[in-house]
């Protein structure tokens, strides 16, 4: 029940906070490409970092039966993974996804 109220909670002010333009959100697709050059131009491509006004935030396929998020924050560049699992492997690879895709591009978004 407690676990149910905090993601219905997370949930809900994502929620408000993409009908205010404070939040964008990408989609799994980002995982099904190959390469970081291939994520970070379909991100240019959708505007992800662009648009987003403080937060973005989306989710992970790792495996059948396994998601993931990451969320990040543009105002303290400071980004949290999310993993039910807490699987070390798994942060690992969100975290180098972040590094490799995300870092740069909000770093040119910043000059």
């Known amino acids: 029940m407690l676990l149910e109220a905090g993601i219905d909670r ?3 002010e994502v929620e408000t906070g993409i009908e205010d333009g404070k939040v964008s959100t990408f989609t ?4 099904a490409m190959d390469n970081a050059k291939q994520r970070m131009t379909w991100l240019k491509g959708q505007a992800t970092i662009a648009q987003a006004k403080d937060t973005i935030v989306g ?5 059948k039966n396994h998601w993931c998020g990451l969320c990040i924050c ?9 993993d039910p ?14 590094r490799d895709v995300f ?8 000059r």
């Open 59 to 63: 989710a992970f396929w790792v495996d």
């Open 103 to 110: 870092y740069p591009l909000l770093e040119h978004e910043k």
């Open 28 to 31: 799994t697709h980002l995982m």
């Open 85 to 98: 699992r807490n699987d070390e492997a798994t942060i690992d690879k969100v975290e180098t996804l972040f």
């Open 10 to 12: 997370i949930c809900y």
């Open 74 to 82: 543009k105002a303290r560049r400071t980004y949290t993974v999310m």
